[in-house]
């Protein structure tokens, strides 16, 4: 196991929440479609390189930036910070940390200003500001509300090979738990982590990485996310439906994860629950559980534990990916996941009972 | 194939709609448990051997009984007919038609009256009855209300090696044709008919029987189907659900299918539409449409094609299972279904495009 | 009171259901905004005079026309018969009836082929036909689906001044009553017909008539009945929304009625209940249940008691309107409604105790 | 306009969020009835005098105490702080301000530890608390989860004469406005202020007082609240529904105002919007926008604007109420409330279009 990230003696930047994602994007213009005529986000500014995507209730300039590129890959997870010094705290404690940092005044995006981005010790590329650009909130156009309306970026995933090593680090810069995977080895598999008062502002999945694993967006009610599923199914690209709908164990929230044209996954994410107290309980699930992943049983696609986007470092290149050394939640589970048990001391139920998985 | 089941020269019985189901159970106890306990079916009336089990929204005594026995099995499929004539309509059909027929002036079940059931020439066990002990229709109890309420039966589902032959013979009877699954080679994999206005009443599913393949009954909203697994995912019987929840690509209907303890199947089934003009147009699916079964593509789960209740003779004893010779419509799609082509002329579609297909 | 409508000799057509309402609009360019941008129907035609729409389950050629016209009024009230021969059938029974009829044979719209057209014994402009274009079932088309969107016609309802000899007349023609509400005088204030499975193809409102009280479009869940409110509140036409939105005591449904431009009155519905059944129990409410109109007590506005759409002759001309001599329910209720006893037996309750009530 | 309430020179407590209150009610049976048989309350702990009560995803030992007590009224509206010091905090702060303060380390209701209750500048009784007993939270619990089931305490409402004045003193405890209704003359109705990141966690409306106008609870969607209505309407206690339901203008929530047995108003509530953002925008409201407390129209009842709870003194003597001297909101929008512009630059509007108005 790598050595733990150090932590700095220099206070961690005060971090509101996840505020937008940076991609890119090979085809501007399908992607376009994607986000845009299926998803029904809303464009707050576009020229021929970029396009700047908001939800519904977000008065901030934009919660996604899709950037054309030449290699599909998240170019920054954007945090809003409290302050403006808090943008200062954050480039000191990264200079401390001993990453690479970029500051930019003017901001690295549009509606956005004073920035700094940072490589991560875990390698990812994360962006601290406070200064942006208010928008209309369109929480009350319900002239413009689609009936599979997204209404507020919810939270990132990222794919890091320790997750103990990123939790610490992350817990260090202010992040609360509110759940994880574990098993009785004391192998962690997952965590999430929160600064605003939800199940999460990001998660990490034990994997190969640094890499992306999705960015997720919440809807009001679950028929939201039906709506979703129905559309994608009369485009004919239901094949983009990569797992779910289901309702989550971590979390409790009923969610879907869809492909976007570069296989940038998306989560739809709708009702997890406060976790705004100091003492908010936090909740350990073992890998063994069947229900962790999907409340209902139903299994996790091999896909979705293996694929995920790379993150590109501060001059646009893709970060190597490092290989995780701990044991895999797909390989624990494999045979498993989908039929095995959900009832402790059921003998029958430990060789799995779906029918399906007997064939 | 089988010779055509002849078209009588006497009139059919005017079928009104599918009406209540008798299964066998095993262990009455335990059923009761699933039934009145999970799904929430109302008591209509009960004693040591049977239970008499109504949705909300029901005026007649029962849409299912459970009746302990030996052996887990189906033993009527009720139809309520127009008037009591029709009974004897109905008497005299399947008597032409060579079939065994038992009438009962006092009824087969309780709450019920005069009725015959009969050993169909699919091998299934029909009853028609008119007469029905009414009861109170609690649809505005929302004192009794739960959050998974099942508001109506909605149709059954039959298990029938050869899908033409009793399409043809269930026509003959009255039931008209909504929809049905093909392929180009002119094979009928199922047919979904009906006497209600709704998608069905009963539907035929290609495959050795004559078996029970499933009951369905209808919730208000999508929302309901989802409180039933989540719930079901509370008791840590999650392992019963065996496929969905989804959008039915037939019938366009929001489903779930669940497993009784003797693994009797059971639908939850909502939204429809209506079929009741006499032009009512019929829709052919493609076997190899890949959103024929789900709307969003998700696979068909082997068991669900493969496993089903037996029906019961007259004598109470298991109709012997004739296997199918028509190809199976998981055999024409397995390795495809749920990863082949969603739309025509996709070439890298048709070999399977779904990640998790691949691993 | 007037005589009652004498009994045919001749059978009565046999009719499918409620299948379009051709209503005169004022401004046909102001209600295209309503009908198409608000609520979404889908225009399957139109031209500079008419605009043909349908729901989007729909697969006849329209559920409404909005024709251009110097009155706001409504043309026809339109049934679908059985056979092309029920169209003679009905030409023949209102013949007999004495009234004055009108046969095209290719039909009084687009898209509708041999009609008839009769002024029936209450007024009203009744069509009977068989022979429609048939066009796009648009039940998949979630690509189209918004988020209030109205997917059936549901029903009308009528004006008339003496329900018991509507109700008898709708009777004699083969309609069936599923609920009413009365007095203990014997007075009848409203009465709901059916032909279709659900609880109305029509009903008749006590009242200065013959008028039209409204059309119903039906949506597929309560949701996006809401949505409808909260998009005319975005749009800053609350003011068009003149009751509820509510569940209705008779028919157990959820409801909303707003106004279009020309003030005719739109009803949005849904989940009422199966009513195919030949012994459907009937509901009898007491007018004096303070729950029939409001199953939460919400008092109905008086112009939804008072103001209705005039209906045309075969030549265009608005109907007398003759004065109701029985009771108004308005009348009975008013100083109540909304105030009055929901519990029997409870005096308080008699005096009205809603607070808002004695301000 | 009374001398505003001066500024603290120590530090405001740090209050998390609101988090239970503690009402006195005249018959504890018929209470208990209304609130776990009725909506579903969880019974966390209960004896002759009292019952603690929960909602489903609360981890607190309570959100609501029921007492038993010969005068309706309520005792509390405590507010948990972020760590034991903070109730020192709020002790020396309300010590500071001049306020009666009473400090019990063994907690004035069952399961919460070390509290300080102050008779706050305005009248009302606050308490502070960290130490709080942990139970069961039951999200995943939905075996119990009801078709109306509350899941969280969302917020407190109280009656305070000058708005402006109550809102400085809970700017200096911390809050922040997130919504206001004003008028052009500058008058103050009422202000939404929050800590946790929902829109409140208390709002101030003008009138006399101190009064408590209502605490609510959330739901997880907008049909569990119909489902409320549907219940109420099945026991015949549709009476008890005051208001609504509806959507309102401020805070864009759906909402059911209901009256329990002793007059205590209940809001049940969802889906308002995050407010996190230290500059998350204020919304103001003008007071003769007829969409500001129903985005739909709906006329406000005046029992909403004059009906409100006593509050007691730290000897549970009711406070005595002061008349609010600014215009009221019922007196500037009466005639107009549900009937005046929606659209500015309307004349006809401004006379009121809803046809009910006239009559």
């Known amino acids: 196991m790598t050595d733990f990230v150090p932590t700095p003696t220099l206070p961690a930047p005060d971090i509101v929440r996840c505020a937008y994602m940076e991609i890119v994007v090979t085809d501007l213009a399908r992607s376009r479609q994607f986000y845009v005529d299926v998803l029904g986000l809303h464009v707050t500014e576009e020229d021929e390189n970029a396009i700047y995507l908001r939800s519904l209730e977000e008065f901030i300039h934009h919660n996604l930036v899709l ?22 705290a954050a480039e000191a404690y990264y200079q401390e940390l001993g990453c690479r940092t ?10 956005v200003g004073d920035s700094v981005r940072v490589e991560d010790p875990l390698g990812f590329p994360y962006e601290f500001f406070y ?23 919810d939270h990132f995933n990222q794919v890091t090979p ?13 992040f609360r738990v509110s759940e994880d995977i574990k098993d009785s080895d004391g ?41 979703i ?73 091999p896909s979705w534990y293996t694929e995920a986007s790379l993150v590109l470092d501060l001059d646009g290149n893709p970060q190597p990916v490092i290989a995780r050394e701990d044991k ?5 589970t494999v045979g498993a996941d989908g039929f095995s048990y959900t009832r402790k001391d059921d003998d029958t139920a430990a060789e799995g009972f779906k029918l399906g998985a007997q064939l």
Chains 1, 2, 3, 4 share one sequence.
């Open 328 to 332: 895999s939640e797909m390989a624990v």
């Open 162 to 174: 320790d997750v103990p090593r990123g939790r610490a680090y992350l817990e260090d810069l202010g």
């Open 67 to 88: 950037r054309q590129g030449p290699v599909a890959a998240v170019a920054a997870f954007a945090y809003r910070v409290k302050s403006p010094a808090e943008v200062d």
């Open 131 to 153: 200064d942006v650009q208010h928008v209309e909130r369109l929480t009350q156009r319900y002239d413009l509300y689609s009936a599979g309306e997204l209404v507020r970026l």
């Open 102 to 111: 970029e500051r930019r005044r003017n901001g690295f995006t549009k509606g």
């Open 229 to 301: 599923c129905d559309k994608m199914g009369a485009l004919r690209i239901s094949d983009r439906i990569e797992r779910g709908p289901g309702r989550h164990g971590v979390s409790n929230a009923f969610y879907l994860y869809i492909l976007d044209p570069d296989d940038h996954r998306i989560e739809i994410y709708t009702q997890d629950y406060y976790t705004g107290d100091p003492d908010n309980p936090t909740v350990t699930w073992d890998v063994h559980d069947n229900q962790r992943r999907d409340w209902w049983g139903n299994a996790v696609v």
């Open 187 to 227: 192998v962690t598999y997952a965590a999430w982590m929160h600064r605003k008062q939800t199940v999460h502002d990001t998660a990490l999945t034990g994997g190969d990485g640094p890499r992306m694993h999705h960015v997720a967006f919440a809807t009001h009610e679950k028929h939201n996310i039906i709506q």
